[in-house]
């Protein structure tokens, strides 16, 4: 206590000092604009500098309650995604996402990827070739699909090339139906514009609507059924009176078409083999 | 005790009268204005108590202050320099002096002229870089800082020796 009392005795006038100095900045902070202004700002700035350390430091304490929430929001959302993705997919029947109908209805069969090398489009027999032959599996009476939907059938094959006799050949006869209804006829095409073929011997009671949607009805062998053709432009009658003939907007541009896909039909030497057990048949009971 | 009271007194009233009516008004290029209040806490002899010379100091100052309305920089200044007044004196005053019984005024005659500039440059260097730092409270200029800084030291002494002079021949026709 004594030490301490003589220590505030010898040391007194440094507290004088310091006090004195105090008043002395307090004044010139109180009563000077300009310096007032710099400490105000510096020390703005410090509490602002300060505040921030603090404000992060809570923010870093605080991580583990944002990341939870972010998480919950990142499921909320994955879910989100998912159900608007199957709602998508439930509404998704137009012709954007055709690409992705044809796979589909692809899905399960065996595509042979080609590259169309020859095209014409202005005959009234116009024909397509195509890089691929027997060597890669191609065979006649295969499907051709492009990327727009069907394109035509294998005719001949040669080693390495096939010709293909597309739908814009006044020889092709694609079966196909509407889809949705029960009805189908024969898709053909009588020269002129490559945008559209007509389809035939739909019957009159037919209720179908322009826009409705043409694709193979899978009666040939040659196509699956559901592969998108094109759609309904225009209803009239056929000439012969008895039916309707459907003006049918193609959904492959034939004038401009590089990569198609040959289908291999994995049936058809199963359908083969039982026409000629069929006919060994019927000639064993003839003979 | 009194006497010496009413003497500094007196004394801080004609410093203060001199540093207001004509020093302030001294200027050499808008800088170099000598302030001379200091002169009064140089005299303290070694013997004063230093919180009394603290008190004077912040009083000088901030009279100062009040006249010039520069609050608080003058006080501040003027308060570390009565802080520092007794170790400066001892530090430049001779053995003789510091070890005199009767504690004399410190001046051109008691201590030598060479120990008393040397002391009383220091003092008044101290005073107004502490001046100056706290009217610019920046070192954004530090170029105007040093010329404000050099010319009001350099000023400020010159007047301080002037005074200096005119009182070592006073005390000296006063002894004869």
Known sequence: ?287 | MIGTFLKRLFWLVILMLLQVLVFNHVQILGYATPMICIYLILLFPLDTSRSQILLWGFATGLLQDIFTNTPGMNAASLTLVALLQPDLLKLFASKDFVENEDSPVPSARSMNWGPFLRYVFVAVLISQVAFYLLEAFSFFNPIELGINIGGGTLMSFLVILAMEGVRKGYTKKQNS
């Open chain 1, 1 to 287: 206590m004594n030490n301490l009392s003589e220590f505030f005795k010898k040391y007194n006038h440094w507290f004088l000092f310091v006090l004195l100095e105090a008043v002395s900045i307090i004044l010139l902070f109180r009563f000077n604009n300009y310096q007032g202004s710099v400490w105000f700002t510096s020390a703005n700035r410090m509490a602002a500098e300060v505040n921030r350390w603090h404000h992060d430091a809570v923010g870093y304490l605080h991580l583990k309650d944002v990341n939870e929430r972010l998480s919950g929001e990142n499921m909320a959302l994955q879910q989100q995604i998912a159900q608007l993705r199957e709602a998508l997919d439930i509404r998704d029947d137009s012709l954007s996402a055709n690409d992705r109908v044809v796979r589909e209805a692809l899905n399960g069969f065996t595509l042979i990827p080609a590259r169309v090398t020859s095209n014409s489009i202005l005959k009234n027999e116009n024909y397509v070739v195509i890089n691929k032959g027997r060597a890669d599996g191609v065979e006649t009476e295969m499907g051709v699909v492009g990327g727009g939907g069907v394109v035509g059938i294998v005719f001949l094959t040669g080693e390495h090339y096939s010709l293909i006799l597309p739908i814009i050949n006044v020889k092709s006869n694609i079966s196909c139906r509407l889809r949705g209804h029960r009805f189908f006829g024969n898709l053909q095409w009588y020269g002129g514009s490559t945008l559209f073929a007509y389809l035939n011997d739909i019957p009159r009671y037919a209720k179908i609507r322009v826009g409705g949607v043409v694709e193979t009805s899978g009666y040939s062998e040659v196509f699956p059924p559901g592969l998108f053709v094109g759609r309904v432009t225009q209803i009239a009658n056929a000439p012969d009176g008895l039916s309707m003939q459907l003006k049918v907007n193609l959904g492959t541009d034939f004038a401009n078409l590089s990569d198609v896909s040959v289908i291999v039909n994995r049936n058809k030497p199963q359908i083969d083999s039982l026409r000629i057990d069929l006919e060994s048949f019927e000639t064993a009971q003839n003979g």
